[in-house]
Structures are given as structure tokens and as C-alpha cells.
């Protein structure tokens, strides 16, 4: 059983990916051990109670310096003794001993195909903003694994979505969510937790 650690920010959709996949047997030999939240008034935090998921808020507000925060962001994930840690919507830098602590065992989920529109400064809408800017056609989500540049980890899955026209951030963010994210970071978890996933150097 490949035990996970979701961190969220948000809205928490996919969590919620997370939840049904693991609900309706798209996922399988896993378990969500715990939902950590950078936010207490993140919506996710509400799929997790609902689910009876353990899950708690570690805010930076909360502490007097960045090195106290990641220390305790830090004991707060081992606390929950996951194989695997999931990145879905969280928009906090994970601290460098983190990477180190959980090697090739943290994915995060992006909304474009990296490298497109990735790195820093490119988070949730101002992915989707920057993309309708460049005004390209085709975008998508990337789901890779975390190392200690910003998106730059090797990439697992991707999926391409159409831009329409007459599309906002906003319209082509949800579209991104439903066609791609929901779809590809359910199926990772899905591949890791059954061996199907190796990696060799960046790849
Ligand atoms: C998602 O679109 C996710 O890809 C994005 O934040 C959103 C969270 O939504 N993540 C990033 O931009 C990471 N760089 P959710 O809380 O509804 O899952």
C-alpha cells in the first residue's frame, strides 16, 4: 500500500481528484494518510474532514521565521510517515531538506506542458495568464517529480487542451483542471503505487 501526503493551498479539486480515484478504484494499493494545508481556510481541508482524512494547517503566519516554518512544514509530513508526497495546487517553496528527505518521492501537478510556462512566478491563473498573453493554441498540465529547481523535476505524464477563442484565464484554467489535471495526477499516483514509474537520471 503506497501510503500519500496531499499538500494543498486551495480549492482543492485535485485532492478531490485524488478522493474519488481512490473512492472508484482508479487508483489502487493507496492510501491518503493525511492533507496538509498552507491555508486554514483552504476548501480542500473541508474534502478532507469530509473524507475523515487527518488533516492540518501549517501556515508561515504562524511562525516567526521562514526556517521555523519549513522545520515544522517539514516534521509535519514525516509525522504522517508517507511513501509519497503530493503537491496538488501547493503554492509554498518546499524547502531544500524536504527534497532531499523524500528523493524522487514528491510530484507535483502544473497547469501547462513545462517547460512552457513554469518556474517561478508561474502559479495557479498566472500560468493560464500567461499562456492566453503568448496567445498560444494548444497548453496542458504536467505531472513530474520534485527536485530542487521550480518545475524542473522529470516529468511523468503530460496532457495537451485546446485554447478556444474568447477564452479567459479563468475558463481556460477549469478547462485545464477537467481535461487534464484531474485526469494525469490521479493516473500517476496510480503508476507509482503499482511500480510502473523508474527513473533514470533527468528522466
Ligand atoms: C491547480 O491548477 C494546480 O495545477 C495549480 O494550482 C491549482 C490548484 O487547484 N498549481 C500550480 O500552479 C503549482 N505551480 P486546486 O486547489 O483546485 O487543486
Redesign the pocket.
Known amino acids: 500500500m503506497l501510503k500519500i501526503v496531499v499538500c ?8 478531490q481528484a485524488i478522493i474519488d480515484a481512490v473512492d472508484n478504484g482508479a487508483i489502487t494499493n493507496t492510501e491518503i494518510v493525511g492533507v496538509i494545508s498552507n491555508n486554514a481556510n483552504a476548501y ?1 481541508l473541508e474534502r478532507a474532514k469530509a473524507k475523515d482524512i487527518p488533516a492540518v494547517c501549517i501556515s508561515p503566519k504562524d511562525f516567526e521565521t521562514r526556517d521555523l516554518f519549513n522545520e515544522a512544514l517539514l516534521a509535519g509530513v514525516h509525522k504522517f510517515e508517507p511513501d509519497l508526497v503530493v ?5 509554498v517553496n518546499i524547502p531544500p531538506q524536504m527534497v532531499a528527505d523524500f528523493e524522487n518521492r514528491i510530484i ?4 501547462s506542458l513545462i517547460p512552457s510556462f513554469c518556474g517561478k512566478g ?3 491563473l498566472k ?1 493560464h495568464e500567461g499562456a492566453l498573453a503568448r496567445g498560444v493554441k494548444v497548453t496542458g ?1 504536467t505531472v513530474h517529480f520534485v527536485d530542487d529547481g521550480t ?1 524542473t523535476g522529470p516529468i511523468i505524464f503530460q496532457k495537451a487542451v485546446e485554447v478556444k477563442e474568447g477564452d479567459d484565464a479563468k475558463s481556460l ?1 477549469q478547462r ?2 477537467e481535461e487534464a ?1 484531474w485526469v494525469i495526477l490521479p493516473k500517476a499516483i496510480d503508476a507509482i503505487a503499482n511500480g510502473q514509474i523508474k527513473i533514470g537520471g533527468d528522466r
Not at 108 to 111: G, L, Q, R, S
Open positions: 494543498v493551498s486551495g480549492g482543492g479539486t485535485n485532492l480542500a503537491l496538488a495546487g501547493f503554492l507535483n501537478i502544473h497547469p508561474f502559479y495557479g500560468v498540465a518545475d484554467q485545464v483542471m489535471e
